[in-house]
């Protein structure tokens, strides 16, 4: 690399790779997203990273017909579909995607300060909502990333508005900087703010597997896994990935079920095996409270309604 303070910049045909000293990344114009996060030669992702706008049904949803009501949501959720993709490399903002033939002009060693790219999407809603992803990643491999959902009317409220981050082994444990134990929009009371370490990835003991392990008003989040994908990792050793706030503190929940998952079973050995560790970053959460489990609904104030603007951002850290 000719300048040590600055990454390299790969145009690809289909993609877009960023490489310092220890990161590697990938973003596809094809899946319309960030597909690969790869720190110390160790991959952070199984899955790119999407919007999500569902969260597994819980006994108050189906008792007040959320669910019913709201199943676009889950739609959306399954088939994302990215409509643009903006990119800006240092001062340069490009009129169209620097994708074959246009990537033949480049030597191969151009490199970078700041690269910015902003992901576009179109909901599988009637009408349709517009959101965005937008990653600004730094020379040192830190990441900023920030979601927008472009409020729209006619549509039911959301059960939560994040981005999901399927990683490939399960996390070991975590650690986090926020209120303690399971908190929603509803459930704040209880929570005392403070650090907290978490072993393993466990879930609420539920009889039917449903939305559990929101933690709210989160400062910092440290995932730390052990094992990878690649069998050349004969002694493996703890690794860890830092999240941080941007400005307002963020929600998140780590498990190792998708919400379609937890969704799908209605007993507890119906879940797959647990293999991945899902994580969602959400800017806002819908309460899971209700009176009672049989037509209450949510209290007003831990709704999302559709027709509001939610926008949220959060810093990836890699070295820490």
């Known amino acids: 690399m000719a300048n040590s303070n600055k990454m390299h910049v790969v145009y690809g045909d289909g993609v877009l790779g960023l490489h310092g000293n220890g990161f590697e990344y990938l973003f596809s114009y094809e ?11 160790r991959e952070w992702l199984y899955r790119p990273i999407y919007p999500t706008y569902w969260r597994a049904s819980t006994s108050n949803d ?3 017909g959320f669910s019913y009501h709201s199943a676009q949501w889950l739609g959306a959720d399954m088939f994302p579909k990215c409509t643009a993709i903006e990119l800006t490399v240092d001062d340069h903002h490009f ?5 074959a033939p246009l990537n033949n002009r480049f030597s191969g060693n151009e490199t970078a300060e700041k690269v ?3 992901f576009t999407y179109s909901t599988a809603t009637i009408p349709v ?9 730094e020379s040192n491999g830190r990441i900023q ?7 729209e009317k006619e549509l039911p409220e959301l059960p939560v508005f994040g981005v999901r981050m399927v990683m490939p082994t399960k996390a070991t444990g975590f650690t986090y900087t926020g209120l303690s134990g399971e908190t929603y ?21 539920y009889l039917v597997p449903q939305e559990m392990g929101m933690h709210m008003r989160t400062s910092a989040l440290k995932v730390t896994r052990e094992t990878t994908q690649n069998n050349a990792n004969l002694h493996p050793q703890p690794f860890t990935l830092k999240f941080e706030q941007i400005g307002q503190p963020f929600n998140f929940s780590l498990l190792p079920y998708t919400a379609e998952e937890l969704e799908n079973a209605t007993h507890i050995e119906e879940l797959p095996a647990a293999r991945r560790t899902v994580l969602v970053i959400a800017g806002a959460v819908r309460g899971v409270g209700g009176i009672d489990s049989w037509g209450a609904a949510v209290e007003k104030d831990a709704t999302l309604p559709a027709d509001h603007d939610y926008e949220f951002s959060f810093a990836i850290t890699p070295f820490s």
Not at 32 to 38: D, Q, R
Not at 95 to 99: D, F, M, R, S, T
């Open 31 to 41: 899946r319309g997203s960030m597909e690969s996060l790869k720190i110390n030669d």
């Open 62 to 64: 189906l008792g007040n």
């Open 95 to 99: 009129a169209e995607l620097p994708i």
């Open 116 to 118: 910015t790219i902003k």
């Open 129 to 137: 909502v517009q959101t965005s992803v937008t990653y600004i990643v």
């Open 145 to 151: 990333a920030s979601a927008h959902y472009y409020g």
């Open 185 to 205: 929009p509803d459930q704040l009371a209880g929570g005392q703010e403070g650090t907290y370490h978490i072993d393993g990835l466990p879930l609420t003991p």
